[in-house]
């Protein structure tokens, strides 16, 4: 169904530049977000910059549900950087349990040491700083930046990003990979004053979260329905490439899993036969291992016995 594009009034928020692209999309989203934001521990006051570090490299592919009890688990054990970056590589990705993508266990362990060793043990507040970490990207630079230090960046998410393709760009769906026109709108609709630019970073993606979901947007309950070009235009279906599925059973993804679920369990090194009983198949088998192997998340050792590093 069609709705109306009716363009609410102007009425910017007090960080918003006169005349911005994003003034009258600002209000509306912070005040939904003040009314509706989850509460999450790393929201919190005492979160701290690692545990909102910790965070953002764990919710990166997996679902807060997921990520929340490791999260706990981690800062209660790793309250510092120091604390992580002390232990072997291996313990992080023992830690990391099913949260899946393991490399980002080794490079938070990385990015661990190297705030150790270059920035005292605090996690550095600039985003220049934050980028030369080992293992962190533009991404988590700007929101470790942004959520912890309250700076003004663009802050570009799966979330975000589809918020911005609805409302701004009347499409159901971002590309499959993050554009350069993507960047420039999502830096066009920050707002100019530092403070409310962390906040609308926060909360446009709390709104992709919660309301205008992959699936199941909910427009009756979206605080930018009456400006969304997508709802405007009557909800064209996507016409792009086909999306990304996210199949898991039966591929090197689910053997790789399965390898490191054995090794995580273990208190010494695994002999070869018994990673061989996870998976039937042994050409797939052995290719998961080489990978795991390869990406430096198990550890070769003489004698056909396996581990997760040690350095
Ligand atoms: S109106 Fe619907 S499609 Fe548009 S941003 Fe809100 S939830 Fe998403």
Not at 4 to 9: E, Y
Not at 55 to 60: D, G, Y
Not at 224 to 244: D, M, V
Request: proline share 9%.
């Amino acid at each position: 169904m069609t709705a109306p594009a009716k363009p609410l009034p102007h009425s910017p928020s007090p960080g918003d530049a006169p005349g911005s692209a994003g003034d009258a999309l600002h209000r509306p989203v912070i005040a939904w977000f003040d009314a509706h934001a989850r509460d999450l521990p790393w929201r919190r006051e005492d979160a701290g910059p690692w545990g909102v570090m910790v965070s953002e490299f764990m919710l990166q592919q997996t679902p807060v549900s997921r990520v929340l009890p490791v999260y706990e688990q981690w800062l209660a054990r790793w309250p510092r950087p120091a604390d992580l970056a002390k232990e072997a590589p291996g313990e992080a990705v023992r830690a990391w349990g099913r949260l899946g993508y393991p490399r980002r266990a080794l490079r938070l362990h990385g990015a661990a040491v190297a705030i150790t060793e270059r920035h005292g043990g605090d996690v550095p507040t600039e985003h220049a700083q934050l980028l030369a970490l080992p293992g962190i990207g533009e991404y988590t630079a700007a929101a470790v930046a942004s959520f912890a230090y309250g700076q003004r960046h663009a802050v570009l998410d799966t979330n975000v990003r589809r918020v911005f393709a609805r409302a701004v760009t009347g499409v159901q769906y971002p590309p499959n990979a993050t554009t350069a026109a993507e960047r420039k709108l999502a830096r066009a609709l920050l707002p100019e004053e530092e403070h409310t630019a962390s906040r609308w970073a926060a909360a446009s993606m709390e709104l992709g979260a919660l309301v205008c979901t992959a699936r199941n947007e909910a427009c009756e309950r979206c605080p930018i329905a009456a400006q969304c070009a997508w709802l405007a235009a009557g909800k064209p279906a996507h016409e792009g490439p086909a999306r990304r599925g996210q199949t898991y059973a039966g591929t090197d993804r689910q053997v790789r899993g399965k390898l490191l679920a054995v090794l995580r369990e273990a208190v010494a090194p695994v002999p070869q036969a018994t990673l061989d009983r996870v998976w039937d198949e042994p050409v797939q088998r052995a290719r998961a291992l080489d990978g795991l192997v390869a990406d430096g998340l198990v550890e070769p050792l003489r004698g056909g016995l396996y581990r997760l590093p040690l350095t």
